[in-house]
């Protein structure tokens, strides 16, 4: 059976346990007692030589115990002095205790906070789940976004990673975030209890990042899981972008979000993109163009003064703006319908702008008749396709290939692996226009691209060995391959079409010296598109329908099947567009390989075409 010192020193260190408060309340009442004690004595006993009362012996305690100095002036009897002096030296102790305990609870209370476990208390905020390359995409377009703004705005980063790590690569990327602040925090985003310290309750809304592990769509599924059906969620649904990676995984995560979740498969977007810009050089630049915040972007708008007129009647109505759709009340939004679609009370229009407040109607701009010109018809020749390296990416970049490229049409695919011969065993059977070929060879080797006659081959992939090498590593030996191919194109005088992925947004500016006509860095494009489904939810039906081949899409074609070349207004290009149930939003000027592109330009702007530049337009 305990003792009673076993249960004193048991209850003792239970109370020290109880942390900085209880300490400093306990010194406080080991004071007091002494104090109090010492002055009873002093009085019962009639040792105050001064006659001092017993308030006025307990406040000179006090005094005493606060600073040993006013001892210095002590008089009275030796019992006195002596009882002053035991104030004294237990003040001494004391004070000594506070301060050891009031600086130990202050490091402690800092490295709380430099854990990042305290609860955020913003409302009207932007959570961003996960730690990625993905985030300085997603935080640059948030901060852009929010720029012009009237009041100050706030994006939590939740992730399990070390609060100050995270704060110091933020500060390192963005030394300015403008009016937005950025919080971090650390915590699981799967955990329940941490997802509480990101205050989803109170947010506007919510972004999970894919994780950069083996199995990324797991725990994205999870955290949905996490914020949907969180006990103290809030009743009003909540409004989430979240990116997959495997398609089969969608059915899933949308049961889990049902309608609170707007889904992003990354790889299908990505591969997407890479099989249409391989094809039409430059498209990759109009995509980020309309992605990212920095330019113009996609705007949903209610224009009383176009009901009763046509939607190709109004692709004129807008001077500084570009209509691509139109959205009736309770419908889907609709890319490029046809011209003759009336547009009725009630109904929005989607227009590309630099700003929401830049939707205005105007005088439309004189076109001349004379310059427009009806396209040839030209029959479509087989294409040769060439891919250069091998990631999960490419089977869905070869089977979106298959439904842009004429039928007879080949697709050679070399990497530095066998695992691919099986993968494309199994597509085989499913493609309709192009066959394929597979040849295991090193992809930056000098000697197996030039066996391959490069410049036989109408397009040029060259994909990163991302399944394999870290993201560094695939980028090197992506820029190898590109260095390569310039040397022989220059050498040879042969021209092709050169389209490259990159992983890393910083490498691109040391592959620009490739020349290659096209960089499509993945993870920057999916955060730009997670980014703008995030301030508005509506996009994410506008870019399935631009992504989706049965759709409307974006088109790169000859200026010479729109104007005699020269130099006219845009607004006769839109016209030209128009008589052939196409909606031109821009142009490209060839010679600047891989720039010159203006998305968006004023009706009224002159603009000098050669034959062999580019229109850029939304077709069926």
Sequence with gaps: MPSWRDRLRYAFDNFMARGTIALIAGLFFVSAIGILAISLVIT????????????????????????????????????????????????????????????????????????????????????????????????AELVAANSNLPHRTTVVVLADRDKVAMDDEIRARFPDTGRTSVVCRSGKPMDIDDLEIARLETSRSILVLSPEVDDPDAEVI???????????????????????????????????????????????????????????SGLSIVYSELLDFDGDEIYFASVPGLVGRTFGEALAAFEGSALIGLQAAGSVPRLNPPMDTLIAVGDEVIVISADDDTIRLGAAADVDETAM???????????????????????????????????????????DR??????????????????????????????????LDVASFDNVIVLCYSDDLEPQQADS??????????????????????????????????????????????????????????ENPRLNAVFGDLFDPDGSEIYLRPASDYVEPGTEVFATIVESGRRRGEVAIGYRVVSSRGQGVRVNPPKSTRVALAATDMVIVLAA
């Design 44 to 139: 019962m006993m009639g040792l105050s030589g001064e006659g001092m009362s017993l308030p006025d012996l307990i406040w000179a305690s006090l005094m005493r115990t606060l600073d040993a100095g006013t001892m210095g002036a002590d008089r009275g009897s030796a019992g006195f002095l002596v009882g002053m002096l035991a104030v004294t030296l237990g003040g001494i102790f004391v004070i000594s205790a506070l301060i050891g305990v009031i600086n130990t609870g202050l490091e402690g209370k800092l490295d709380e906070l430099r854990k990042g476990r305290s609860r955020v208390v913003e409302k009207n905020h932007t959570v961003v789940l996960g730690w990625s390359q993905q985030v300085f995409t997603v935080l």
């Design 477 to 534: 030996k992506t820029l190898f391959t590109l260095l390569h191919l310039r040397d022989m194109q220059e050498r040879s005088g042969q021209d092709f079409s050169i389209v490259s992925e990159m992983l890393d947004l910083r490498n691109r500016a040391l592959a620009e010296v490739t020349h290659a006509d096209d960089f499509i860095v993945s993870s920057r494009l999916v955060s730009l598109l997670m980014a703008q489904v995030a």
């Design 373 to 415: 010109l009806s396209p040839a018809l030209k029959p479509a020749a087989p294409e040769r396709t060439l891919v250069l390296g091998w990631n999960w990416r490419a089977p869905t970049i070869i089977r979106e290939l298959d439904g842009y490229v004429p039928a007879g049409s080949l697709a050679m695919i070399v990497a």
């Design 418 to 451: 066998p695992g691919p011969a099986a993968v494309l065993d199994a597509l085989r059977p499913s493609l309709v226009n192009q066959s394929l070929t597979f040849r295991q060879a090193n992809t930056t080797s000098r000697s197996v691209l030039e066996a």
């Design 222 to 280: 999870k955290t949905l899981l996490a914020i949907t059906n969180h006990p103290r969620r809030r009743p009003e649904p909540y409004h989430i972008v979240a990116e997959l990676r495997d398609p089969a995984n969608l059915d899933i995560a949308r049961l889990v979000g049902r309608e609170e979740v707007q889904l992003i498969l990354g790889g299908d977007v990505i591969s997407r993109i890479v099989a249409q810009t391989c094809r039409q």
